[in-house]
């Protein structure tokens, strides 16, 4: 069966996928001077619908990066942002949970990293996208003798493409010594996050994860999980320094993240998490995560934005401010 042509967004019109190139001259390319967003579409097979995950925060984020990256001569409001990933998605029609990543680049053909008399330029495209983390339940993971990069150098709260050098180097240290993943700790030595994801520690029936200033992404994904584990677990959320030590004696750890969703830690450091096992909140996080992505708890709708039917119209403007959290 032939394959459906895949289009992209690309320099302000809709492309083939093959034809959405940039030159090995651009600035974007040479030197990091990127950013991007990640979202994920999860299709309801029984609705025949694709959800966008919190497509406006996403959009949000994004500009609060091109505001540190030197891009508001990018004339894209985050309402055309949001069209144009629905019309991007329903061109390429998928029947599967799929991946959105968009990126706005430094797109001067020139020698130099300056962001200065620098054009920008936009490009986005799909792709299927299933679990990350392929066929593995558990996570065995070790701590990264790489340092996250600090705020001071390259702001983690902006997903700069060339910070991704940080995750690259990290994670495959930890894949090279039969791990699954890695936590990077901050200069100070306190937990950080994952190579690409946020952290989660549950110690006596709490959820603990780390604050904005230990150089962390602040994740959508986080700030979901601190409101509706709150409200439909009745589990407090704390938001505060973790160290090293403590995630040897955790009961339950897992990442979260638009890639990795809700991903459990069974072991760090070769120490089991508890009984070594995937435990039990965090599973119940994982499973209510992924209904409401599903569309499959309406009082949550408000996060969804479905790509196929009128409903899309509303470009998740419904989806209201980011999740509450006292996390920062």
């Excluded at 240290?173 to 100070?188: P, Q, R």
Aim: proline share 4%.
């Amino acid at each position: 069966m032939e394959q459906k042509k895949q289009f992209a967004y690309f320099e302000g019109k809709f492309v083939p996928l093959e034809e959405a190139n940039i030159s090995i001259m651009t600035s974007g390319f040479l030197y990091g001077t990127a950013i991007f967003e990640g979202l994920r579409g999860y299709w309801n097979e029984r609705r025949e619908e694709m959800y966008i995950f919190r497509l406006r925060e996403h959009y949000e984020r994004l500009a609060d990066s091109m505001k540190i990256m030197h891009m508001v001569d990018l004339k894209y409001s985050i309402d055309e942002l949001c069209k144009l990933t629905i019309e991007l998605t329903r061109r390429n029609a998928p029947r599967g949970d799929t991946y959105i990543r968009p990126t706005i680049y430094k797109a001067a053909k020139q020698i130099g990293p300056s962001l200065l008399n620098n054009p920008t330029e936009m490009c986005m495209f799909t792709v299927p996208f299933g679990d990350y983390f392929h066929g593995v339940d558990g996570l065995n993971v070790q701590i990264s003798a790489w340092r996250r990069v600090e705020d001071n150098a390259i702001p983690a709260r902006s997903k700069i493409v060339g910070a991704y050098a940080n995750t690259a180097l990290a994670k495959t240290d930890a894949l090279a010594a039969g791990f699954d993943e890695c936590i990077v700790l901050s200069e100070n030595g306190h937990v950080s996050e994952g190579s690409a994801m946020n952290v989660f520690m549950v110690k006596r029936g709490r959820l603990i994860t780390t604050p904005s200033t230990e150089n962390i992404l602040e994740g959508i994904t986080r700030g979901t999980i601190a409101e509706m584990a709150e409200a439909e677990l009745g589990l407090k959320v704390e938001c505060r320094q973790i160290d090293r030590s403590e995630l040897y004696i955790a009961d339950e750890l897992f990442f979260c993240g638009t890639g990795a969703q809700i991903a459990p830690i069974i072991s760090v450091d070769r120490r089991p998490v508890g009984d070594g096992k995937v435990g039990p909140i965090s599973d119940k996080v994982r499973s209510l995560y992924v209904s409401i992505c599903r569309g499959e708890i309406p009082k949550y709708s408000k996060w969804l934005t479905p790509v196929f039917n009128r409903e899309a119209e509303s470009l998740g403007k419904t989806a209201g401010k980011p999740a509450g959290t006292s996390c920062s």
